[in-house]
């Protein structure tokens, strides 16, 4: 007998839950007069951790698909605008040494690479050849004006938000607009099936809550994928090495500061601090590797780079345990967010997970648990190749290093510790660059080719080039990047300043869609 599959419980809140939750009933909304529901259970003595704060450009299309309002967002979650990263002294560590990983491709991508026609005759930096990005977020600039509509774009761009605010604002929207059932209750223990399903958890304060479909967002703690299935957590620490983060909010100067739009990385002795702009502050933390570094030692680079106004300021430490779970989807239980895994939050990958996540379980809900276990594979071989994916590209950062200056490098370099997968890619774009090759086979590539080229090519990395086989593309190349100029040239002079245009739209709101 066939055992539809209509009440999904998810288990915890945070970005995660909300996330999911509003994902799966912004698709389903359609069938909850037939009696689907989505129920979302978390603590009400559960803090959200709240340090995430940068995010991919997909969360634009996931918050207008699930019906919020960008400009609601900013007013609500003290957001800002993202156009990428800025890496500062990971290549040589000198004063001088940075490049951007932005969120525009290189001009003309889809129809020609054009990173061996820089390779050949490039004297500006890569991204700057290529894509307008570095030189808006230099001027301090916004990526659209007060006049392009809500989730439109002029410069690729995501967010910079405050995950405490984030996480409330989306269970609003969830409760009020999407029809979650929202219960703060503990939860005491799960209840299992005879055949190893979740039957139920049981809450202190609401009872017994059963479910077809149960999401773990308990964090850390996987409560379900963990402590009720037993589904291994698999270490990538012997890749990844930082360990620790020691977190701080700092006060701009003034409320006329410029803000950053784009999260600002820089490498130290044992790891890299992150800097990353909001409307009413700076969020500021060093991710770093405890077997290189003492937490006293990592402190004093910390307050070095916060300056006078930071050396009084509170730190909170968060232990990083860097892998995620062997399965994500056991049995009628899948797991988002942390409790999938956590990886260091070099390039924003812990948002996008759980958005990609949610919406591949909302796109494949099961119709009846007889199908679930063949959609819990195709699931899990999926989210196992993106999480490989993003360890590869986290690691590529380290590799492509030319510093020496300390052990925390030294070790990054070790053959031992590269992935065979990026060992094998490095051997490949010493002869052709990434582009549309092989090694990018899936339709979602979290990381596609243009990322790769903008973090080896600001590195230095060289692939070699034959003149013979550009001669054909030459003057198209020469074509697309004049066109980059004069777009730049057009960007820079037409948008407004970042702080200016938040505060445009927090007083008059953006063009609704």
Not at 110 to 117: D, K, M, V
Not at 216 to 227: M, N, Q, R, S, V
Not at 284 to 294: E, K, L, P
Request: hydrophobic content about 40%.
């Amino acid at each position: 007998m066939q055992r539809p599959t209509k009440k999904i419980v998810i288990v915890g809140g945070g970005t995660a839950g909300w996330l999911t939750a509003g994902v799966i009933a912004a698709k389903h909304r359609s069938r909850m007069p037939g009696g689907f529901s989505v129920t979302l259970v978390e603590s009400p003595n559960t803090p959200i951790i709240g340090v995430g704060e940068g995010t991919w450009p997909t969360l634009r299309t996931t918050l207008a698909r699930i019906g919020v309002s960008e400009t609601d967002f900013f007013r609500e979650c003290d957001a800002a605008f993202k156009q990428g990263a800025k890496f500062a002294r990971w290549t040589t560590g000198a004063p001088d040494d940075a490049y951007y990983h932005p969120l525009m491709l290189p001009q003309s991508f889809a129809q020609l690479n054009l990173a061996p026609h820089w390779l050949a005759n490039g004297e500006s930096s890569f991204c700057d050849a290529v894509c307008p990005q570095g030189r808006i977020c230099d001027d301090g600039l916004a990526p659209k004006t007060i006049a392009t509509p809500e989730f439109e774009a002029l410069a690729n761009y995501a967010y910079h938000l405050d995950a405490g605010k984030f996480a409330p604002f989306l269970q609003r929207h969830c409760t009020q607009k999407l029809g979650v059932r929202h219960v703060l209750a503990d939860v005491q223990r799960v209840e299992m099936t005879d055949d190893g399903d979740i039957k139920s958890v049981v809450t202190e304060q609401a009872g017994e809550i059963e479910g077809d479909l149960f999401v773990d967002c308990t964090g850390f703690k996987a409560l379900l994928i963990g402590e009720a299935l037993g589904v291994p957590f698999k270490d990538c620490s012997d890749v990844l090495f930082c360990d620790t983060a020691l977190a701080v909010q700092l006060p701009y100067e003034s409320e006329t500061s410029a803000i950053a739009s784009h999260t600002i990385s820089t490498a130290q002795s044992a790891g890299w601090i992150w800097d990353i702009g909001l409307p009413t502050r700076r969020g500021i933390g060093y991710v770093y590797s405890s077997d290189h570094t003492s937490g006293d030692e990592a402190e004093q680079e910390l307050r070095a780079y916060l300056g006078a106004a930071g050396k009084d300021l509170p730190l909170r430490k968060i232990p990083i345990r860097s892998g995620h779970r062997e399965t994500f989807w056991k049995r009628n239980c899948v797991a988002v967010g942390l409790a999938a895994g956590f990886l260091e939050p070099l390039e924003a990958s812990a948002i996008v997970l759980i958005e990609l996540s949610a919406k591949l379980i909302a796109e494949q809900m099961p119709a009846c648990r007889e199908v679930m276990d063949a959609i819990a594979r195709r699931f899990n071989a999926t989210t196992d190749y993106r999480w490989g994916r993003i360890i590869d590209f986290l690691k590529l950062h380290y590799v492509l290093t030319q510093r020496t200056d300390s052990a925390f490098w030294q070790d990054n370099l070790r053959p031992e510790t590269i992935p065979e997968r990026l060992q094998e890619l490095l051997l490949l774009w010493k002869y052709q660059g990434p582009w549309f090759h092989d090694e990018f086979d899936r339709v979602e590539e979290v990381f596609p080719p243009a990322s790769y080229q903008y973090v080896l090519y600001g590195m230095g990395f060289r692939t070699e080039v034959e003149s013979e086989a550009l001669a054909g593309d030459a003057s198209l190349a020469a074509r697309a990047m004049r066109e980059n100029a004069a777009q730049t040239q057009r960007l820079r002079a037409g948008l407004p300043r970042h702080r200016d245009l938040i505060r445009k739209i927090v007083d008059h709101g953006l063009q609704p869609v």
